[in-house]
């Protein structure tokens, strides 16, 4: 259950700014500049999620290519934990481990580094967007290959009607705003 309260929730709302067909033509893309260009709704966003995450044992913040990387990173320094990061293919320099996963058209690969996650390690993996749950997934597959636990998978927004948490649904998910259309 989300524990964000309204007025916060509409204030970092009232920051994402819809931009209609984009990156194609009949998607609407949630455009998180104005959230992230304003200090107290970047600092608000930061600060829910390093409240939800302060006291638990966490070992390493996994984030997900690109936006993931601003709210991850923030995170991990917040709570004093190991970063890693998950990219699209060819983009780390080290050894890495891969998976594929499903697009709306075809596929991709996303890859960690094979030592960004030690076994035993309790990881939250952290996104600035759920949508149909794909990328989620596959980085959730690397953490487990990697033996880490998964404390939970965390979004700043969640497009709910793509049902991206049924894809989900074997890990805990947290999303601090929700839209439904």
Known sequence: MNMVSVVIQERLKSKVRDIPDFPKKGIIFKDITPLLNDSKTFREAVQIFA?????????KIVAIE???????????YHLGTGFA???????????????SYDLEYGSDVLEIHEDGIRPGDNVVIVDDLLATGGTALATAKLVE???????ECSFLIELSFLKGRQKLKNYPVFSILQYES
């Open 66 to 76: 690109s936006r993931g990387f601003i709210f991850g990173s923030a995170l991990a």
């Open 51 to 59: 409240q939800r995450y302060d006291g638990k044992q966490i070992h």
């Open 85 to 99: 990061v998950v990219r699209k293919t060819g983009k780390l320099p080290y050894k890495t481990i891969k998976k």
């Open 145 to 151: 290959e990697l033996k880490g636990n998964i404390v």
